[in-house]
């Protein structure tokens, strides 16, 4: 892959081997959803291995272990520092391959190096995020640079499955009075955007991201014999109240952050199109009814998402179901909360019989600001490693682990620095998993920048 920006100068040429970093990385088959087969094994050995490659963030940093799965490194100041902590996160499991095998054009967990890409599991997610983090911090060790304020490395080996040990980190380091002046976490990346009359790349950094609830309708019923039904069966029950919620969509609303994604589109666009997004920013009521026209992609950031993900009930073909159930796995909008959600499905099902049981419920994040100090920062350093790319906020409509340091920080970003385009987006916790080894460059020339620029 050739690269479409011009280098940067203004950083020194940094450490060689990026790539083959990455590579041994990815040789580590650190797939948290095995973790109760394969035990912690794998975890450790990752662990080793980061501890033979970085050796200076070993010896200078001080590394704690919080659970089974979650890793911090403290980077003390250089002198006495009164301003606030920098937490940068990045995770080190992946997700399993189970049943693309034959989709991989090179084995998912060989870490092949081809024609200046770097191939499999956990290429961009998110090993390529976690080599660039740590090469930065193990060059400027090198160049004997220490940090004006503390930064803390947090690392995750759960993200994929539930992200436990990102939550014992974030609610540990907050029982110790960590108050983070911001929170850079993965969720958003250097990317072509699906909206016309833009053309380039863009740094997306993510203000907020969905709440995510999964929930089960269930209901019983007399069974008995088929050739004598009176009434819905339990199973026409759950499929009457599916069918409801399909035909009654939640509201349309657009949370702020997608009004300043808007905003910024404008200045970007060709017209007519910049008009348009201007006058999208300034109605957000109509533009929250026209981004479903979009598709798929458009609709999530202004609407509660619903998906009916599993059905089952009965138990033989003569017989009437004694039950049935359904699980709903929901992302909720920016700006409402899980109990309007229960109350809306209550409404819609509208059926006594059909009981709503809350699974897992997260509530959607706040959103992170961009008139602050930490913003500035952090678009000074994509440009630092992304010439002429400018930087835009958006939604992040899938889970991080960042979303456990929003209840108390308001200030969590997510973003990668890796530039990806709309295949090997596509490629993430899918197929052909890959990055360029000119993106892991300058993801490490951004995390350099974004430290020096602290
Ligand atoms: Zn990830």
Known sequence: MQSLWSPSTDLAPARPGIE?????????PTVSAHRETSGLGVFEEFLELLARQYPLIHQHLEVERIGE?????TWPTAGPSAAAPVVLMAHFDVVPTTGQ???WTYPPFEGRIVD???????ALDDKGSLVTLLDAVENLLAEGWAPGREVL???GGDEEVHGRAARAIAETLKERGVRPSFVLDEGGAITTLPFPGLSGWFAMIGLAEKGVMAVRLSTTGAGGHASAPSGLTAVGRIARAVARLNHNPFRLRMPRTVRQLFARLADHAEQPYAGIYRAAASAPAVTSRLLPLLGADGEV???TSLAATMISGGSAPNVLP?????MLNLRVNVGESCDQVITKLRTVIDDAEVSIEIVEADEPTPEAAVDVAAWQQLTDAVAAAYPGVATLPYLTTAATD???WHRFTPNVYRFSPLAMDAEQRASIHAANERVSVDALVRGERFYRALLLGL
Not at 116 to 122: A, D, E, K, L, T
Not at 322 to 326: F, G, K, L, M, W
């Open 322 to 326: 004694s039950d049935a159930s359904a």
């Open 20 to 28: 083959d970093r990455l590579a041994e990385m990815i040789t580590i």
């Open 116 to 122: 200046g890409v770097v191939w499999g599991r956990g």
């Open 69 to 73: 799965l979650g890793v911090v490194f």
């Open 402 to 404: 960042g979303r456990h």
């Open 153 to 155: 490395l947090c690392l």
């Open 301 to 303: 950031m202004v609407r």
């Open 101 to 103: 095998e034959e989709e």
